[in-house]
């Protein structure tokens, strides 16, 4: 979830992959992957942009208010 978190404040992979220490290929592979697991796109791409598609708004928001919720359950 780290890299959907991620990747949904920076829009960009490349920036992504830096604040996360991978490459750009790993957040859109790992990107890739869960959206295969969640059975929609989260992200739209284009050459030159990234945006957030609805659905990953609002997973976006779901994770952020659990996160809220449980403070005491995140990564140190």
Request: aromatic share 4%; net charge positive.
């Given at each position: 979830?780290?890299?959907?978190?991620?990747?949904?404040?920076?829009?960009?992979?490349?920036?992504?992959?830096a604040?996360?220490?991978?490459?750009?290929?790993?957040?859109?592979?790992t990107?890739?992957?869960?959206?295969?697991?969640?059975?929609?796109?989260?992200?739209?791409?284009?050459?030159?942009?990234v945006?957030?598609?609805?659905?990953?708004?609002?997973?976006?928001?779901?994770?952020?208010?659990?996160?809220?919720?449980?403070?005491?359950?995140?990564?140190?």
């Amino acid at each position: 979830m780290e890299a959907f978190l991620t990747l949904a404040e920076e829009l960009h992979f490349g920036r992504t992959a830096a604040r996360l220490h991978v490459s750009t290929a790993r957040i859109s592979q790992t990107i890739r992957s869960l959206e295969l697991r969640v059975g929609v796109r989260l992200f739209a791409r284009t050459s030159r942009r990234v945006s957030l598609l609805p659905v990953g708004q609002q997973l976006l928001d779901d994770l952020r208010r659990s996160r809220d919720q449980h403070p005491d359950c995140q990564a140190p």
